[in-house]
């Protein structure tokens, strides 16, 4: 309805311009909002306020106009001026009946649009460090991205999906040599593992493949590895004299494991534990029907040069400095809190310049909108980056970071932990085993993405109304059985062309029903624009909700051939846009339940 009552005001627009009586340098976007108060019509317009202004008018004045050449359409019962120069339209009784073969004909495009005029957006999400298999905190950035992603493709986006793999620095080593030192107790050497290694049972399987596959080939006896260690941190109850210091300790772990397995060893340990994780999260996420365009990996950005790019244009502009041996990025002249290292003391570049590299890319590849979405406890990066951008001379307003909380489990009233160093935490893969991946998906996408979320495992698993995936999929699934219903009956199904007997919906429920799914395509523009995928889950449920009230109070399959007809095409409509919806948000609508 919305795009309708906008082609009206653009006509009388027209009229007023081409017969001399509006004057205009400039054409305004033209706005139209469905109003919260039924008294006050179906949809405003602001249009006469917004060209007051530019035209040198009184917006009343000018609101008269536009209403005076307004062109007759069968949809607007009749139009009004309201307070300072609002355009308030009163919809004809017949209108949202013409949505029914809107609908029908558009069938999946119903709600699809080309606002986004073919702009290229990037969208960056998950880019989980592979160093552990993706926990149900992983899961919500996944669900949450790859909905963003189809939304602002839905609306006529060029979406380009990518996964930034951090596949260098600290903690792969970390991994490695956590990896090392389990396929050395396989061997039968006694040593303590360190208390910051990763300690999942992932390790020990990636360990196994390794001794498998190479017997003692990468073997070294415990007390070389361990000679000359700085201690580590006591375990609880552990007497020690001294305190430890468990960073300084794995640090000379991952040193003394490079230096004994020499280059070619090491790194093969280190390719094994990257890409056995790697392949599991590829699986995970696609199991998840998460896919991507890209998996951009951080190495390339140094072996391309292009982190020593980014560092000399900051060189150049002059917003770098040393002090201490280090080489530091002014990012404290463009906002943030305090200056950056981009280079440490022994010359190895920081995570941060790769970081600022993999952005400076991002916007050579001609990205109109690049959107970052990371886990919230990042909030303090985003100045920091945003500064770098400006720094190299680029557009900073291009990037958009959006923050996503992570979700935390709760089975049977209980909490469950979540860490990755400590191998405590549920995996995305169990959580879609155990409650599937259309309550996931739902779950996951539920709620605005800064909010925090308890996600209940149980009543995901529910089969009741209380479950809201359960709630929107059994309306899909009940429109279908009312279908074979009438094929049992022989009753005709197939619905009657265009307008048809829709006059006879006139029934309060079809009204409401009607009402709601006149709403969808402008859900879908303002759930991908502004990044708010939870707007589909909430009008799912407000559709369902109609569908589930009409069913119980009116049947479907009368005598009346006529009305039969009428309340067909109607629930065919629904679901369709039920079929629609949940499509956007990677959730799939049975057809028995």
Not at 50 to 64: E, G
Not at 75 to 94: S, W
Not at 418 to 436: A, P
Request: hydrophobic fraction near 40%; charge should be negative.
């Amino acid at each position: 309805m919305k795009p309708d009552i906008k082609a009206i005001l653009s006509a009388a627009l027209d009229t007023l311009t081409a017969a001399g009586r509006l004057t205009l340098t400039e054409r305004p976007e033209i706005q139209v909002e469905r109003t919260k108060d039924s008294t006050h019509g179906d949809f405003a317009s602001n249009l006469a306020m917004l060209l007051a202004k530019p035209a040198r008018a009184k917006p009343r004045d000018l609101a008269q106009q536009l209403v005076d050449a307004l062109p007759a359409s069968p949809l607007v019962a009749r139009v009004e001026i309201a307070g300072p120069g609002f355009i308030n339209f009163f919809l004809a009784e017949d209108a949202y009946r013409t949505l029914v073969p809107r609908i029908l004909n558009a069938g999946p495009d119903y709600g699809r649009s080309h606002i986004g005029a073919g702009q290229r957006v990037q969208v960056e999400f998950v880019s989980a460090n592979p160093t552990g298999p993706l926990h149900v905190g992983h899961g919500r950035g996944a669900a949450y991205g790859a909905v963003v992603a189809d939304l602002l493709e839905a609306v006529g986006f060029d979406v380009h999906r990518e996964y930034y793999v951090n596949d260098a620095g600290r903690q792969m080593d970390i991994l490695g040599t956590s990896v090392w030192l389990r396929y050395l107790e396989l061997c039968g050497e006694q040593l303590r593992f360190p208390s910051n290694g990763y300690k999942g049972d992932y390790v020990w399987d990636i360990a196994a493949t390794l001794h498998r596959e190479h017997g003692d080939a990468y073997r070294v006896e415990a007390e070389q590895v361990f000679a000359g260690l700085p201690a580590d941190a006591p375990v609880e109850g552990e007497p020690q004299d001294q305190p430890g210091d468990k960073e300084a300790h794995i640090d000379g772990l991952i040193a003394a494991a490079k230096r004994l397995l020499g280059d070619n060893r090491y790194r093969y340990v280190f390719e094994l534990g990257l890409n056995t994780i790697l392949d599991d999260i590829r699986e995970d996420l696609a199991q998840f029907g998460v896919t991507y365009q890209e998996w951009y990996s951080e190495r390339s950005l140094t072996e391309s040069g292009a982190v020593n790019r980014a560092i000399e244009r900051l060189r150049e502009s002059g917003h770098v400095y040393e002090q201490n041996g280090a080489l530091w990025f002014r990012s404290t002249a463009f906002g943030d809190e305090k200056d950056r290292v981009v280079v440490r003391e022994n010359g190895q570049s920081t995570y941060f310049a790769s970081d600022i590299a993999y952005h400076m890319d991002k916007l050579e590849r001609g990205f109109d909108r690049v959107i970052d979405i990371w886990g919230a406890d990042h909030h303090g990066y985003i100045p920091r980056v945003k500064a770098a951008l400006q720094a190299l001379g680029d557009d900073a307003d291009k990037l958009d970071v959006l923050l996503v909380q992570f979700a935390i489990l709760y089975r049977g009233g209980e909490k469950a932990q979540m860490s990755t160093r400590s191998g405590e935490f549920v995996t995305l893969r169990e959580l879609r085993q155990e409650v599937g991946r259309d309550a996931a998906r739902f779950f996951y996408v539920m709620r605005r993405c800064e909010q925090h979320m308890d996600f209940d495992l149980d009543l995901a698993k529910s089969e009741s109304s209380d479950n809201p995936v359960y709630y929107v999929q059994y309306a899909h699934a009940r429109i279908c059985a009312v279908l074979r219903q009438a094929a049992e009956r022989g009753l005709t199904v197939e619905p009657s062309a265009g307008t048809h007997n829709l006059e006879r919906l006139t029934e309060a429920h079809e009204q409401a029903l009607l009402r709601t799914l006149g709403r969808y395509p402008e859900t879908v523009e303002q759930a991908a624009l502004k990044a708010e995928p939870h707007q589909i889950t909430h009008y799912l449920r407000e559709l369902a909700n109609d569908l589930h009230t009409y069913y119980n109070a009116h049947p479907f399959l009368v005598d009346d051939a006529d009305l039969r007809d009428a309340r067909i095409k109607l629930i065919l409509a629904t679901r369709q846009v039920l079929r629609n919806g949940l499509g956007l948000i990677g959730v799939s609508a049975p057809e028995t339940m």
